[in-house]
């Protein structure tokens, strides 16, 4: 049988999985800073925005991969409001990928901060500086992270379901090239 | 859709309590995750020390005063320019040492928790600046007019507010409270020293104002210092302050008035002995001492509408050459003043809705 049809292809399944990481740590990196009255608070804000940046430039190339490559279909079998569900959280994911560096980014702009990935990497700001426009942002900024880890948490049951209690192929998809047994 | 029926092949159903350990299994990977989430964002532990319970203990002891910072609330905006002499370039690669003017828009406050306290609720003003970069960079200094700082650390100084807090009952603190911080706390002697003879100043243009913090500099080859800097006046005088509520702004505008007001930029270097983690320490003995160039203040403006406004005065936006050092009250200021920053810009509207004068206690 003919491994593309069923599994994601490699370069996409390599941005997965990397970018799981970046964003788990990201939310992680996230969380713990604006908890932290700590040294920790500096270096975590120091890793937060070129990891942030970072994101953005690999969700760019995976929305890319995405639309040239294969995607490997769900089963047949699947339950009308478990595609539905698949399909809308994967929208979810992949905007929230998109958007949250990119709040993160006009917020700090907003804030009139410079926009400093580290000692002396400078980005442009992207929003005029203004004091209600940052209040706004900062929110999003927190309560999209909280539903961005949510619907990760979601995404993580729902390819467990799959893998160990459906045991169909599709946490199989993006675990490996080929078809298991 | 491509049939996918075929290439995959079905397992036996599992039975029911195979179904349910493996839903069990998900559900334990699920809360294992959010279980670490909730730790990290210090959900799980109340006596975590975080920037919010920062900024909630001055809203505790002040009030809430809707879009206002939420410490040094009562304060002027000014602008200005710094006019570097060169002399601190070897020191720091930061464009603003270089040569020539770079612009600075700063802020002249009462160090007290509430917008409306009398000028001389307290003996300290404080200055802080911006210094905006040709190339964009920034620097922010929140600086003070006390030499050193009460205490060295961020859960000591939550303390301290702690002990100052106002009773419900009687309004005041209770008496008993801060000398036992203060016997708990040998490190804030020098500053009690300092503020037994210390006097509410008639004006902020002759107070000399300090980083109390200590930053390092680092030169183009990558050598670093450590400094802490000071602001120190052109103006001089020591006249008592006038028996009045207000009289800072006033003064200051009237100083303006006659002629631009100025301060050098004076940067004190470490010795070797010197501690940079601890800003209730003096640095006791010779230093030498750089004059990097003088802040020029040229005019003012009040804080609701000037452009000191919106301006988070965070001691840790800093240039390419000027570094924080390992003084843990620098990450604290940063941490706490971002989450005053985000209440005060979301209530930005009440300002307008609340003349200051109306409100006086």
Same mark, same amino acid.
């Given at each position: 049988m003919s491994t593309p049809t069923t599994h994601f292809s490699p370069l996409a399944r390599a941005l997965h999985w990397l970018m799981a990481l970046m964003v788990i740590a990201m939310l992680f990196i996230g969380a713990g800073m604006v908890a932290s009255v700590s040294e920790r608070h500096e270096w975590l804000l120091n890793l937060h925005k070129p990891l942030g940046i970072a994101i953005l430039a690999l969700v760019v190339v995976r929305l890319i991969v995405r639309f040239t490559t294969h995607t490997p279909a769900l089963?047949?079998?699947?339950?009308a409001v478990q595609v539905l569900a698949a399909k809308l959280s994967h929208y979810l994911l992949y905007a929230l990928m998109l958007a949250m560096p990119l709040i993160g980014w006009a917020m700090i702009s907003a804030a009139g901060d410079p926009v400093m990935l580290s000692s002396s990497v400078r980005l442009p700001s992207i929003v005029a500086a203004h004091a209600e426009t940052f209040a706004f942002l900062r929110k999003a900024h927190r309560y999209l992270a909280y539903l961005f880890f949510l619907t990760i948490l979601a995404h993580l049951a729902a390819a467990l379901f799959h893998g160990?209690?459906?045991?169909?192929e599709v946490l199989d998809s993006m675990l490996r090239g080929k078809t298991r047994g | 859709m491509i049939d996918r029926e075929a290439p995959y092949p079905r397992k036996p159903p599992l039975s029911t309590p195979q179904k349910l350990v493996r839903l069990a299994g998900i559900g334990l990977v699920v809360l294992v995750a959010a279980g670490a989430f909730a730790y990290v964002n210090g959900?799980?532990?109340?006596q975590r020390l975080t920037p919010a319970r920062v900024v909630d203990v001055f809203e505790h002891n002040n009030g809430i005063h809707p879009?206002?910072?939420?410490?040094?609330?009562k304060g002027i905006c000014v602008a200005g320019y710094f006019e570097s002499n060169g002399a601190a370039a070897n020191l720091s690669k930061?464009?603003?040492?270089?040569s020539g003017k770079t612009p600075v828009i700063g802020r002249l406050a009462l160090p007290?928790?509430?917008?409306?306290?009398?000028? =001389?609720?307290?003996p300290i003003r404080s200055f802080a600046v911006q210094f905006t970069q040709a190339n964009g960079q920034q620097w922010r200094s929140g600086m003070n =007019?006390?030499?050193?700082?009460?205490?060295?650390?961020p859960e000591a100084f939550v303390d301290l507010q702690k002990a100052t807090?106002?009773?419900?009952?009687?309004?005041?603190?209770?008496?008993?409270?801060p000398p036992a911080f203060f016997a708990a706390h040998p490190e804030a002697q020098p500053f009690l020293a300092w503020v037994k003879t210390a006097k509410p100043s008639?004006?902020?243009?002759?107070e000399t104002y300090n980083s109390v913090n200590a930053f390092v500099l680092v030169d183009a080859q990558g050598k670093r210092q450590a400094v802490r800097w000071s602001l120190v006046p052109e103006a001089k005088g020591d006249a008592p302050a006038p028996?009045?509520?207000?009289y800072l702004q006033q003064d200051l505008s009237d100083k303006l008035a006659s002629g631009p007001q100025r301060w050098s930029l004076v940067l004190t270097l470490a010795n070797a002995?010197?501690?940079?983690?601890?800003? =209730?320490k003096a640095w006791a003995g010779e230093h030498k001492t750089v004059n990097a160039g003088t802040l020029v203040v040229e005019s003012d403006s009040a804080q609701?509408?000037?452009?000191?406004?919106?301006?988070?005065?965070?001691?840790?936006?800093?240039? =390419?050459g000027i570094e924080g050092s390992d003084d843990p009250l620098l990450a604290a200021r940063s941490a706490a003043y971002a989450s005053s920053y985000m209440r005060r810009t979301s209530e930005v509207d009440q300002l307008k809705a609340a003349p200051a004068q109306e409100k006086q206690p």
């Open positions: 089963p047949a079998d699947l339950p160990w209690v459906r045991r169909d | 959900s799980l532990d109340p879009g206002y910072r939420r410490n040094h609330p930061a464009q603003v040492f270089a007290t928790g509430n917008p409306y306290s009398p000028d =001389s609720a307290a =007019s006390m030499p050193v700082f009460p205490v060295g650390t807090a106002p009773d419900p009952k009687t309004g005041k603190p209770d008496p008993t409270k008639a004006s902020f243009v002759t028996d009045a509520r207000d002995q010197d501690p940079t983690n601890d800003a =209730s609701l509408d000037g452009n000191c406004r919106d301006i988070n005065y965070d001691p840790l936006v800093l240039p =390419s």
